[in-house]
């Protein structure tokens, strides 16, 4: 069966889904995922890609879109970053190179329904859809990612090499991240359709074998580090800490370049008093990780006035454009960095647009919202070119 977002119950996550092998959602959770390697032969049947090479490489001229040219020449990596010229690619040599195109299900509508079936994973996790190209015997390397990632094999064939060695001591030096001492444990020869998932610091190496596009699924795992700085740099604007330094009883210092004890004491006393309470850390990570990466842009949808776009609601429902993100916590959603609190009345129907990422016309058409304020909302987005009218 096929695993749809907003399903989850106990009986859909106790059954067998072709995507996992077999296993179902609650199975994987418990034993694979960020715990060990699952190779699944036949996860999508009859997969065979969504895009051509050529239309790979087209993304990768584009400005919006984020890609990398990975190639070695007498044992030298090499990575060149996007957008390409069109002439970039007919110079390139017959063998020992990969193209690597992120971010591909914000262009590509059969990109974004293929994330759809990774449902059971939060949206808060989902990085992106990555696509590669490489002619036989192509590849980036034996590396880790600090990701989750779920690879599944397009067109052609690819070998996957994995070890989960502990000596992850990279190649100095190189332009990417190379292990320099990997050595295969398992390894398999996966057919357009086969997926393999790693969690985190597995090492793993893939060869093409004839001409190759790999579909990585990836989910990212932030470390503690970047949170704690994302966090402080957010936090600064909402701080409000009264009162200034003062030294009234300042007394004359023997060494007039020393900064004495009592101005630490005191400093050390004014940050001691920064608080933060779990609104701020959920409006944090609504955010952060609702967040457009800076490299995107929306396009503006047709100029409708609202009237206009109520009437095309009630016939046709609203979507989330790919490239928008929505998260929520309680009534509390965010859509790309923006906050808004929503009353309990309309709880149902935004849960519902988060999941499932569209609300049909049933929505619109029996009055249950007639709210100007929520109207205006969603047109206001629209053109911002957020939503799109289906
Ligand atoms: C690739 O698709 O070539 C690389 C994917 C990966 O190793 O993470
Ligand atoms: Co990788």
Redesign the pocket.
């Given at each position: 069966m096929r695993y749809d977002a907003g399903m989850k119950n106990d009986s859909l996550a106790n059954a067998p889904i072709a995507l996992l092998g077999g296993l179902s959602v609650e199975q994987f959770l418990n034993e694979y995922w960020q715990k060990k390697p699952l190779l699944v032969r036949q996860a999508i049947p009859g997969f065979k890609g969504l895009l051509s090479p050529d239309e790979l490489a087209g993304l990768a001229c584009e400005d919006d879109v984020q890609s990398r040219l990975v190639s070695i020449k007498k044992n030298r990596w090499q990575v060149e970053s996007g957008p390409f010229d069109e002439a970039r690619f007919n110079r390139l040599p017959e063998q020992d190179w990969?193209l690597?195109v992120q971010g591909v299900n914000h262009h590509l509508p059969e990109a974004a329904e293929l994330l759809q079936q990774f449902a059971f994973i939060p949206y808060a996790r989902l990085d992106d859809l990555?696509v590669?190209f490489?002619p036989d015997a192509g590849?980036?390397g034996p590396?880790f990612?600090s990701y989750d990632?779920f690879?599944l094999q397009g067109e052609g064939q690819r070998r996957w090499r994995i070890s989960e060695q502990d000596d992850l001591s990279l190649v100095p030096d190189a332009p990417l991240r190379i292990l320099q001492n990997f050595v295969t444990e398992q390894e398999w020869v996966l057919e357009p359709g086969d997926m393999l998932y790693l969690p985190p610091h597995v090492a793993?190496w893939?060869i093409a074998v004839g001409n190759a596009m790999?579909y990585?699924i990836g989910f990212r795992a932030p470390s503690a580090q970047e949170l704690a700085s994302e966090f402080l740099n957010f936090l600064q604007d909402r701080l409000k800490l009264t009162g200034m330094y003062a030294d009234p009883g300042l007394q004359q210092q023997v060494h007039p370049a020393e900064i004495g004890k009592e101005m630490l004491e005191q400093v050390a006393g004014m940050l001691n008093r920064i608080r933060w309470q779990s609104e701020d850390v959920t409006a944090f990570l609504g955010h952060y990780l609702s967040e457009p990466k800076p490299h995107i842009v929306f396009d503006a949808a047709d100029d409708l006035d609202e009237t206009e776009f109520q009437e095309l609601l009630t016939e046709q429902g609203l979507a989330l454009d790919a490239k928008t993100q929505m998260l929520f916590h309680g009534h509390t959603f965010f859509i790309n960095g923006e906050q808004f609190d929503v009353p309990a009345a309309q709880l149902a129907f935004w849960t519902q647009f988060a999941n499932q990422r569209q609300v049909g016309p049933e929505w619109f058409d029996d009055g249950q919202l007639q709210d100007e304020a929520l109207l205006q909302r969603l047109h206001d987005w629209y053109q911002a070119g957020y939503v799109w009218i289906d």
């Open positions: 990969t690597l990555m590669s490489a590849g980036v590396h990612d990632v690879l793993h893939g790999t990585s």
